[in-house]
């Protein structure tokens, strides 16, 4: 397995953000991480990272622990946050460059990334001149210059328009055939077209982990999601 989350639990102060949970993810497979706000998904995502730590359970990511691993497990990963960190002020190839320079990435594997994520025309602006949807293409690129196994997304369709949304749908779709990419997203339609197994959260508890096949046999994932967290 390339994520294997066994029994973790963590506080806020003394409220249980994430509690008990377990779940495992294989390469080539892209995983809806569903939950409404507060239901833990973002704590998880920055645990798995090791941006966090969890208070009880392990983590593996490609066989390291992410609490004695850390280094091992960041190179394994590629993370795209809520909040796309990024500095509006650089060109799109500088700041891919300081980013390849941090993980020690040949500078042709930058050409390489802006050709796979549709950013060759945009790659001489400023990141503050780019849209929403190009900006997004910016964290994606960054997540995946140093070709990482695993990939979590924390709602990288946020904000963009009907024909971005198609790009970075096929474009997720395409990098999963071959990694293994956690997905959240909030948007019903997008899980469906992208993946096919959702995790479902509420209070920081796992309340389903089903193929989408089989959950939506009589129901949409909308009325199931809305079934199970309300």
Same mark, same amino acid.
């Given at each position: ?5 066994? &029994? ?6 003394? #409220?249980?953000?994430? %509690? ?5 993810? *294989? ?10 706000? /507060?239901?833990?998904?973002? @704590? ?17 990511? &490609?066989?390291? &622990? @992410? ?24 060109? =799109?190839?500088?700041?891919? #460059? ?5 993980? *020690? ?22 990141? *503050? ?6 900006? #997004? ?9 140093? &070709? ?8 990288? @369709? @946020?904000?963009? %328009?009907?024909?971005?949304? =198609? %790009? ?35 209070? /920081? ?26």
């Amino acid at each position: 397995m390339s994520i294997e989350i066994k &029994n973790i639990t963590k506080f806020y102060g003394k #409220q249980k953000a994430v %509690d008990n949970v377990s779940f495992s993810l *294989k390469s080539g497979e892209i995983v809806g991480f569903l939950g409404p706000n /507060g239901a833990g998904k973002s @704590t998880i995502m920055k645990i798995i990272t090791t941006y966090i730590k969890q208070d009880e359970g392990e983590v593996l990511v &490609n066989n390291s &622990n @992410t609490l004695t691993d850390a280094i091992l497990v960041k190179g394994n990963i590629g993370y795209l946050p809520e909040h796309n960190p990024l500095y509006l002020e650089m060109y =799109v190839k500088e700041y891919l #460059q300081f980013c390849a320079d941090i993980h *020690k990435v040949e500078k042709s594997k930058i050409e390489e990334t802006i050709s796979l994520v549709g950013l060759r025309t945009e790659s001489h602006k400023k990141i *503050k001149q780019l849209s929403k949807g190009y900006r #997004q293409r910016v964290g994606l690129a960054s997540a995946l210059l140093h &070709n990482p196994d695993v990939l979590i997304l924390d709602e990288p @369709t @946020t904000g963009l %328009d009907p024909n971005q949304l =198609v %790009d970075i749908r096929n474009l997720i779709k395409e990098i999963g055939k071959e990694k293994t990419v956690l997905f959240s997203s909030h948007i019903m339609q997008e899980v469906e077209a992208i993946c096919d197994r959702v995790i479902i959260l509420k209070k /920081g508890k796992i309340v389903t982990d089903s193929l989408i096949s089989e959950l939506t046999k009589d129901k949409s994932l909308t009325e199931i999601f809305t079934e199970l967290t309300t």
